[in-house]
């Protein structure tokens, strides 16, 4: 698939680790450091615009070493961009450490994940089939 892109940062597009990868890294675009302290959170541009194909979804998600090893992690997560989006990708950090934490230029700050998806169409109904879960959630299958 490809996808449209206006990259207005001074970083390379965003790319697969390795072959098999879902996600591309998405980088911080920054004219200078950015500190986020315990329970801030933060908009972080990375001056990349894109044209989605129709039917498309760029998902924008957690980078599991940022939450691990500096307990940065994202709002509004997965972030969705539609098909009709045209404007910078933006990624909401948020500190849930306990200590200030540093987001350089060109820090890998999240990943972005491309995805098919259909619109839905509501079926008014009165009754719905039964099934074996019915209304059990929230724990109802057990602990183990």
Do not use: C
């Amino acid at each position: 698939m490809k996808i449209r892109v206006i990259n207005k940062s001074h970083h390379p597009l965003p790319a697969y680790a390795t072959l098999q990868s879902a996600g591309m890294d998405l980088r911080a675009n920054l004219e200078s450091p950015v500190i986020l302290q315990p329970l801030e959170r933060k908009l972080i541009p990375t001056g990349l615009y894109i044209a989605l194909p129709a039917g498309t979804e760029a998902q924008v998600r957690p980078r599991s070493g940022l939450a691990l090893k500096k307990g940065i992690t994202l709002l509004n997560t997965p972030g969705t961009i539609d098909a009709d989006y045209r404007g910078e990708i933006g990624v909401i950090l948020i500190n849930l450490s306990n200590v200030p934490v540093t987001v350089e230029d060109g820090e890998r700050i999240a990943q972005m994940v491309v995805v098919r998806y259909e619109q839905a169409e509501w079926d008014a109904v009165e009754v719905l089939d039964e099934t074996e879960r019915g209304a059990g959630g929230f724990g109802h299958s057990g602990e183990k």
